[in-house]
């Protein structure tokens, strides 16, 4: 139970600095060793917020999908 709050916490006071929670199922593009990476929650700075969202998005999960 700890670190579930403890998990929260974090997520919830990142949020007020310069980096934003992303929520959601979002995956990268296929790399070229077929990997990719997926989460349910993103930490994204502020700064980097439009390229994150070209490289880092749904669409890309149901292409590796395919894919692989």
């Known amino acids: 139970m700890k670190t579930i709050t ?4 974090f ?3 990142s949020n007020c600095s310069t980096h934003s929670v992303k929520f959601g199922k979002k995956c990268t593009k ?3 060793d077929n990997t990719y990476q ?6 994204v700075d502020e700064g980097t ?10 669409k ?9």
């Open 49 to 58: 917020g439009e390229a994150f969202q070209k490289n880092i998005n749904k």
């Open 11 to 13: 997520i919830i006071l």
């Open 38 to 43: 997926k989460s349910m929650i993103w930490i």
């Open 6 to 9: 403890s998990l929260l916490l």
């Open 60 to 68: 890309n999960c149901e292409i590796n999908e395919e894919k692989l």
């Open 30 to 32: 296929l790399a070229s």
